[in-house]
């Protein structure tokens, strides 16, 4: 009876059955990586079974390479709801260091994954005829920023926007990802609110004082925040 009433609803909700699969796997392959996980646990938690998931699916490797994919869409369309075609350049930038920092923070699964790919050295990723496509907007975006930017004369240096953003991305994601053991090698929670205050300030700063040369950057009328001195001032 119980299996009858999970064929009706699927049959009646495909698309939300595959939803559910796809959440449920992102779940495991973040928490058990691609070797360990299962897919009797994944169909479990979708009150789906491995018919069901085949179905809608595929094999395991089929149905990784969609949670990949699914992880990245949800990225690139929240990037694209920025809208930093319409703000001070150097805001801009500080609004997408936020914006990414945050999510990832959000978004942990996103770094689980990550990590299991390379690991993986891209094997599943190089299947992906979606990825590189959803990336292509976003950095014309980031590049018409920095542009700008040199135009008004913000910046200083029209940097490859595809290097600006991994160094941007790279400053989060390897504090974030290293941070149980940063924590103790350096005596302090890197985690507590604090903590994670100071390095998103600490960041925007960074990246800032590259682009424009300066220590200290105005972001948007009338607001100046705490920032450090840069590295050419205390070197």
Not at 39 to 52: H, S, T, Y
Not at 116 to 125: D, K, P, Q, S
Not at 130 to 136: A, D
């Amino acid at each position: 009876m119980a299996k009858a009433k999970r064929i009706l609803k699927w049959q009646r909700d495909p698309e939300g059955m595959r939803l559910r699969i796809l959440e449920a796997a992102k779940q495991e392959f973040a928490t058990h990586g691609l070797a360990g996980a299962r897919v009797d646990r994944i169909a479990v938690k979708a009150g789906a079974n491995k018919r069901m998931l085949y179905y809608h699916v595929g094999k395991k490797d089929d149905l990784y390479l969609a949670v990949l994919e699914g992880a990245y869409e949800q990225i690139r369309v929240e990037e694209r709801g920025l809208d930093l075609e319409h703000l001070d350049p150097p805001e801009a930038i500080e609004r997408l260091i936020s914006f990414t920092w945050n999510y990832f923070i959000r978004n942990p699964e996103f770094l689980a994954l990550l990590n299991t790919e390379n690991l993986a050295r891209a094997r599943h990723l190089k299947r992906s005829t979606k990825v590189k496509s959803m990336h292509s907007p976003f950095v014309e975006m980031i590049r018409t920023v920095v542009r700008r930017g040199v135009e008004s004369g913000d910046f200083l240096v029209s940097v490859d926007p595809v290097q600006l953003y991994i160094s941007i991305a790279a400053l989060s994601f390897f504090y974030l990802s290293n941070s149980a053991t940063l924590s103790v090698i350096f005596g302090r929670d890197l985690l507590a609110k604090e903590a994670r205050d100071e390095r998103l300030e600490h960041m925007v700063a960074l990246v800032l004082a590259a682009l424009t040369g300066k220590s200290t950057a105005i972001f948007g009328r009338n607001k100046a925040p705490k920032l450090r001195a840069s590295a050419h001032h205390t070197a």
